[in-house]
């Protein structure tokens, strides 16, 4: 594939041609290598034609394009969301000889219903058989899909979740090989509805600064999303192999911008270590109408891997931590600009246009005091395109509370009666606070409060945006602020 073009995400993961959507089947195997399939329109920059396209990376960042793991068999029946998991033990009795046997299951999408199959792979998931006694679980409902398994070793069996989407409900099953499911419980009508409940996960996650774990379960909703078209929320509980319980009545939102949408958790990471997610970055209310089909062959990118956790945060609770996954590796040995205490009202200017058009802003404040501060006190953002003068403006007012916003209004390539612009959300900041910017060409997530929340957004610029300029005003005497802009080194050659 050609990843030079103008939209091409440097860092992020895109298809070589064609149109993708959720990501799929995400699993780590035992050799180390991350597998991403993704849901995948070959032959067009449209959705439709589902397969199930595949690459592989070490570090989630460097990916090698792999052939497709899934096709369909014909023309009316296609491969929906799903996920893998391996089944060292060999409970399906498929992989006699092997440890590292792989099971995907996914969503048959048929003229008359969607059905739950299998595909195996006895070469770690590579390619793949389809099962011979597909499908698996079939209902006759024309909305029931994207079945996420994972092994629950207290009671040694499987356990499903898939979502009947025009219900709000997400089925549990359980199974001892595989194979077999049996219903164990439902969960339904919790937090947004939006019009559809898609993509369940349920994960075990590590509780920030304790030893034990809780469960979360992710659910994507669409469309009707409070900002409009698709977006995913979270569920913190409790699960017991069979039945999961929410800790409170929230609704919690996993993304505070437009693009966050299908998220998926990594298998085959212990419950106890920090799991591993992405999500597809678009949104289905225009994802069909941006430029980057018809100016360059493809459609749609992943968002960042991101690093997950829970955190019992102030006031708002249990909360889902996400934050880029080890972007260490692509940073530049020195920032390109720096300043390690810019005060109250100081500027940063970065000049990035000898970079990838990948590029980070870290902002960090500490000694903050947010009594009696002006309406206008804030650290801001300029991220400008010094081709087009097209601009992303952004940034925290430091008032009573800490309100991050992003503005892509001022981007000029492209526009859609849903592309909406302006966005915020607020923190509840105590004497410190913090954000990342990770911009990527036609890209852009922001992240704060050390991963409290995060937002993440598409754009279509005429020109690449090359300059950033960080600004604080009206800040506490007292307060410290330092910022970095990095460029990012491209991992698509
Ligand atoms: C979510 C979704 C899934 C479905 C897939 C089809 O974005 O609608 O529910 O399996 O996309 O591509």
């Known amino acids: 594939g050609d990843y030079s073009g103008h939209y091409r995400p440097q860092i992020h993961f895109s298809a070589p041609v064609g149109f993708i959507n959720d990501p799929n089947g995400l699993f780590l195997d035992d050799n180390g290598t991350y597998h991403l399939y993704y849901q995948y329109n070959p032959t067009d920059t449209i959705a439709g034609n589902q397969h199930w396209g595949h690459a592989t990376s070490t570090d989630l960042y460097t990916w090698e394009n792999q052939p497709i793991a899934l096709a369909p068999d014909n023309s009316t029946s296609f491969i929906f969301s799903g996920s893998i998991v391996i089944d060292p033990n060999n409970t399906s009795g498929l992989f006699p000889n092997q440890t ?12 008359d219903q ?22 698996l679980i079939a209902i006759g409902s024309s909305q029931y899909r994207d079945p996420k398994v994972l092994w629950y070793a207290p009671a040694q069996h499987w356990v499903m979740v898939v979502a009947y989407a025009q219900e709000f409900t997400i089925e549990i099953l359980t199974s001892p090989n595989g194979l077999d499911w049996t219903f164990a419980s439902n969960f339904t009508h919790h937090g947004l509805l939006g019009t559809q409940y898609e993509c369940p996960n349920l994960v075990e996650m590590p509780m920030q600064g304790s030893d034990t774990t809780m469960w979360l379960l992710y659910i994507s909703i669409n469309p009707g999303a409070p900002l409009g078209g698709s977006i995913g929320q979270y569920i913190p509980g409790a699960f ?6 929410a800790v409170d009545a929230a609704a919690r939102i996993a993304d505070w911008g437009k693009d966050n949408y299908a998220g998926q958790f990594f298998s085959n990471i212990p ?59 692509l940073k530049g040995k020195e920032a390109v600009a720096s300043n390690e205490d810019l005060g109250g009202n100081g500027t940063l200017l970065a000049d990035l246009s000898d970079g990838s058009g990948a590029f980070m802003i870290d902002v960090n404040m500490t000694g903050l005091n947010l009594t009696g501060l002006s309406n206008t006190a ?116």
Do not use: C
């Open 114 to 135: 969607q059905t739950q199959d299998l595909a195996h792979s006895h070469d770690g998931g590579y390619t793949f058989t389809k099962y011979a006694n597909n499908p």
């Open 100 to 111: 590292n046997g792989v099971l995907a299951y996914y969503t048959l999408d048929g003229p």
């Open 271 to 329: 419950g106890t270590q920090d799991q591993v997610s992405i999500a597809w970055a678009s949104n289905w209310q225009y994802t069909n109408y941006v430029p980057t089909g018809p100016a360059e062959g493809w459609a749609s990118a992943m968002s960042l891997p991101r690093v997950n956790y829970l955190r019992n945060a102030t006031r708002t609770g249990y909360t889902l931590v996400s934050l880029p996954y080890g972007l260490e590796g």
């Open 378 to 493: 804030s650290v801001n953002f300029t991220i400008m395109a010094s081709g087009s003068g097209e601009a992303i403006n952004g940034g925290t007012f430091m008032n009573a509370d800490a309100t991050t916003w992003v503005d892509r209004g001022r981007i000029q390539g492209w526009s859609n009666i849903y592309y909406t612009d302006k966005f915020s959300t607020a923190y509840v900041v105590e004497d410190s606070f913090d954000f990342q910017v990770i911009v990527d060409r036609s890209m852009i997530e922001i992240f704060g409060l050390e991963g409290e929340k995060s937002a993440t957004l598409v754009y279509y610029p005429e020109a690449l945006l090359d300059t950033v300029i960080v600004r604080t005003g009206g800040l506490n005497e007292g307060v410290s602020v330092s910022a970095n802009v990095y460029s990012l080194e491209g991992t698509w050659g």
């Open 240 to 245: 017991n192999g069979t039945h999961f319980s």
